[in-house]
């Protein structure tokens, strides 16, 4: 995710929350002139990552691209690089992407995105996967894409089930993942307002997707994987009680190893605390006051007080 999963934060959930299967790189911006270089690719996916075989497995690198960029050039990177798994950013709903023929637009545009996806498939011999939306404007060709993509030999799908026009609007529409697994015959991963445990569940039994793909919840709840297999292992429960315990446990580890990473890459404390605050948003939800404890995490003044906060919430 843009702006949060650098390399610290993913080796802070990978040390924290092993039970998160797969963590993917923000997307790579394929730059259209300029130089690109194998540092430039590796500071992106991490080195740390890169030297340790096992994290390796875990991490994929996610590339945003348009008609014009280099494309060659940062996928023979990947590829000289044995990196295990390219995925394509076809789901970026910004503005400026768009306007630059990249993210979401490109399927509105299968001449252009077919060109792309034949230019990547025939350089990079890893696991390529595409992230997308059910379209541009709307859904009027999202089988076409789905097809056009599958037989680009593209090895999965991941779906945010939100056309780009719909930025964040309303509610994910998981029909359209259902239709997805019912289109192709490449593994399909369901994404879109899987906010809990019940979620996950429903959206394997409503749509039998391959796996799922969280965003925001994984910001909310960094320690969802774990929750969703307790609740499996207690037959399909939890209580709101278990949850509360869980996050009053957890959001001590959770911020501790992000400081341990930050610090390791030599960030300064204004900046962690900034990182610190963007990622407190919706991190206390399960508490009654949640307003004013989320309150007090944002009006620190510094990285001290905003850690006092969290071992006084601890009690
Ligand atoms: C802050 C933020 C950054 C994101 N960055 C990326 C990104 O770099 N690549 C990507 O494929 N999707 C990105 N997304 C979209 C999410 O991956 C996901 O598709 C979307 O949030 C819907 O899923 P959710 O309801 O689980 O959040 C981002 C979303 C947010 C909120």
Known sequence: MEGITDEPYRIAMLKSFPEWDQFFT???????????????????????????????????????????????????????????????????????????????????NHEALKKILDNIRSRFTGHFTVKMRVGYRDDKNFSESLKLIEDAGVEAVTLHARTRDQLYKGVADWKYIKEAVETINIPLIGNGDIWVADDIENIFN???????????????????????????????????TYLLYERKKYLEVYFESLLAEYREVEWHDNLILKRFKSFSRNLFDDYEDFESIRGLFLRSESLGEFLDHLYRLKG
């Open 26 to 108: 923000d997307f790579l911006r394929v730059p259209t002139v300029g130089k690109v270089t194998e540092k430039m690719i590796l500071e992106h996916y991490g080195e740390r990552i890169y030297n340790s075989p096992d994290w390796r497995k875990k991490n994929s690198f996610q590339i945003l691209t348009t008609p014009r960029a280099q494309t060659e050039l940062v996928v023979d990177i990947l590829e000289s690089l044995k990196i295990d798994h390219l995925d394509l950013n076809l789901g970026c709903p910004s503005k400026k992407v768009n306007s630059h023929y990249g993210g979401a637009y490109l399927l509105s």
């Open 206 to 240: 409503e749509t039998k997707c391959h796996s799922v793909m969280l965003g925001r919840s994984a910001l909310k709840t960094p320690w969802l994987a774990k929750i969703y297999k307790d609740y499996l292992f207690e037959g399909g429960y939890i209580d709101d």
